[in-house]
């Protein structure tokens, strides 16, 4: 229904009779129907419109303007509550009238959200203009509970720049489709930040739970370049993965709360162990560890080694992997004692595919981008990060929703999250995305992700923020 | 003043008696020495972090690195990249350090280095949030395991946008995994790069 037919519905049903007859009664008179008209404004919110707009053209005032005072929660209280009892259109009205200074005042002195609040603070949104950012952001974060919504802070995260209005009224119908407990009631999701990125980036995120002093942010920082913000995302999918060509900006929100739940829920660490979550193991930084499995899942020339060689080529593998040296595996191995002068159990060792998996599966040749490199024993064993190693059972990527899945168990449970949450035409099919590809996941999100519980405690844990974890 | 800014951290760098520190580096700086600087730029632990130099820069004067934060390690960010000089400045903002390393080359229409060497340096400081690995050689081209992508990557080449110098090249990472870099360098001596991740190239 177009706004203005839906505003005369809401106003001939629902609006007082003395409004409507005040509004009427100005006959064929104008300035007498004006006079009027700003009375059942005045009625309706409790402030006078602005003296220069009474005396000033023939518009019609909806109870905003510059005298309307907002300096206080207690004022702003009354003029919301003013507000959410009338039509849309009048809300509309009511919020452009007021002038810049005001909006921010009213964005700062915000009541506590509940349904009404929420409701007239989404308006506010929709007709604050794009270019009062620091209002805009304030009003995204009272609505979501959110402590920060601005530059990024965290320098290691690269430069921090203020938000722009493409990327936050994007983001705001992203967070507004997502369970509150993920998003304002979720004590992992404290602050929404951006930072700088090259012209014609992609939209790019990071989850960042401590700051670079350690101290706790829990912030979901996001990298973009506003004209990309609508471009589909074709980078991180193969054509027929269910993230295939779904919005690219949209789904890194997704992505990065993503993370946001997985801090509060701890699905990485549980379920993604199991089969059905990819039997994800993390080794980090314990390279013998995960040389160990790599050896076993191999079955190939360096498990028949005599016990004193193999303990040998272990240790200089794994100083291959501290040092990331994965160009040259060969010079180190044929200075091992037992290899360098055996030729042909140099050779044997060399195919072993756990030395190709050391010079293809590294973060710097991101398997999981291209079908995830080297198989041994049914696991891929990859470098996720710099020095940071996790394995995983083959046969899960026949459920995968985007490449970028197969990195970490981190970023398994973030893209499944996203796919999620991709919106769909009918409420009712929520989750057909993940349910198109995994339906085992897809019910685990419905049963333990979805319904997961709030954080009541959220707000009395403010005064901890800035605390070290 | 902001990461844009240099900052001066001579007594870091430097020796009880002020001269500069030798150790195994290049350009004389060593990745200890920018360990430390950067951990007193940054307020971070120095043994929180570990940094490393980038082999084959080749920019006179200046030591490309980049710093990781180790308690962020097993997840993107925690990153710092830069450029050192021999007295111990640090620029630890990527465009400043970048326009730093172009001035050392002197680079403009004199094209004063390869294309490969402006693309190892600029595409290695394009790694902010995690470590970026530019396109440099056929090998690394034919290590691209997605023959879609092996269609469009390319070498580094020389361009010309508007009549200014500059060079085009690819870039990869964890996050975003591939991309084109266009780096056109102005009258000024600055750089300004546009990006093009993979997927735009790629068929609807």
């Given amino acids: 229904m177009p706004d203005a037919a839906r505003d005369r519905k809401a106003t001939s049903a629902g609006a007082p009779a003395s409004e409507t007859d005040d509004a009427q009664a100005g006959g064929d008179n104008p300035l007498r129907a004006r006079k009027l008209q700003q009375r059942a404004a005045e009625r309706r919110t409790g402030v006078q419109p602005d003296a220069t707009d009474a005396s000033g053209p023939a518009a019609p005032d909806h109870g905003g303007g510059t005298a309307v005072d907002l300096s206080s929660p207690a004022k702003v209280g009354d003029f919301v509550h003013g507000l959410a009892a009338q039509p849309p259109g009048d809300q509309a009205a009511a919020i452009t009238s007021l002038d810049a200074g005001k909006r921010a005042s009213l964005a700062a002195n915000l009541p506590p959200m509940d349904d009404v609040v929420r409701g007239v603070v989404k308006v506010v949104f929709d007709h604050t203009p794009d270019g009062e950012i620091d209002t805009l952001g304030k009003l995204l974060g009272a609505r979501f509970n959110l402590k920060q919504v601005g530059p990024d802070t965290v320098k290691s995260d690269g430069k921090g720049i203020p938000w722009e209005s493409k990327g936050l009224r994007a983001a705001w119908g992203v967070l507004e489709a997502l369970p509150a407990a993920h998003v304002q009631d979720n004590k992992a999701m404290w602050a929404l930040v951006r930072y700088k990125v090259s012209k014609g980036s992609q939209a790019e995120g990071v989850y960042v739970d401590q700051d670079d002093k350690d101290k706790t942010v829990d912030q979901a920082a996001i990298g973009y370049d506003p004209a990309t913000v609508d471009q589909p995302d074709k980078d991180f999918s193969d054509k027929d993965d269910p993230m295939y060509g779904t919005n690219a900006f949209n789904e890194t929100i997704r992505h990065e709360v993503g993370h946001a739940v997985d801090a509060k829920l701890g699905v990485s660490d549980s379920y993604c162990g199991k089969p059905e979550g990819g039997t994800w193991k993390q080794y980090d930084d314990g390279f013998d560890a995960a040389l160990a499995d790599m050896v076993s899942a191999s079955g190939g020339a360096i498990a028949g080694l005599k016990d004193e060689v193999r303990a040998h080529v272990l240790a200089a593998l794994a100083k291959v992997m501290k040092s990331q040296k994965f160009d040259d595996i060969k010079t180190p191995l044929s200075a091992v004692p037992g290899l360098k002068d055996d030729a042909d159990q140099l050779k044997a060792v060399l195919a072993d595919p756990v030395v190709q998996t050391l010079q293809k599966n590294t973060t710097a040749k991101s398997p999981w981008m291209s079908g995830g490199g080297v198989v041994m024993g049914g696991r891929v064993f990859e470098e996720s990060y710099d020095k940071s190693w996790n394995s995983y059972a083959a046969e899960a990527r026949d459920r995968k929703v985007s490449n970028y899945q197969f990195r970490a168990p981190g970023e398994w449970f973030a893209e499944s999250y996203a796919a999620y949450y991709e919106p769909v035409s009918d409420p009712k099919h929520k989750g057909a995305k993940l349910a198109g590809r995994d339906p085992k996941t897809k019910a685990f999100f419905d049963a333990s992700v979805d319904t997961a519980k709030p954080d009541k405690d959220k707000a009395s844990d403010d005064e901890k923020k800035g605390k070290k974890k | ?204």
């Fill in chain 2, 1 to 204: 003043m902001t990461r844009a800014a240099v900052l001066a951290l001579a007594a870091i760098a430097c020796s009880a008696q002020g001269a500069p520190a030798r150790r195994a580096s290049v350009n004389g700086q060593s990745a200890e020495a920018i360990k430390s600087a950067v951990a007193k730029a940054e307020d971070v632990d120095a043994g929180g972090l570990e940094c490393t130099i980038l082999d084959g820069a080749k920019v006179p004067g200046l030591t490309v690195f980049r710093c990781q934060l180790v308690a962020k390690r097993a997840q993107r960010g925690g990153g710092y990249v830069g450029v050192m000089d021999g007295a111990g400045k640090l620029v630890l903002d990527s465009d400043e350090a970048l326009n730093r390393v172009l001035a050392a080359w002197g680079y403009g229409a004199k094209r004063s280095v390869s294309a490969v060497d402006v693309a190892r340096v600029a595409g290695f400081l394009e790694g902010e949030r995690e470590p970026a690995h530019p396109i440099l050689t056929q090998g690394d081209l034919d290590a691209l395991d997605n023959a879609d992508w092996r269609k469009h990557a390319a070498l580094p080449r020389e361009i010309t946008v508007d009549g200014k110098p500059g060079v085009e090249y690819w870039n990869r990472s964890g996050r975003p995994p591939l991309w084109r870099t266009q780096l056109v360098v102005k009258p000024d001596g600055t750089a300004d790069a546009t990006v093009k991740s993979i997927g735009q190239f790629l068929e609807p």
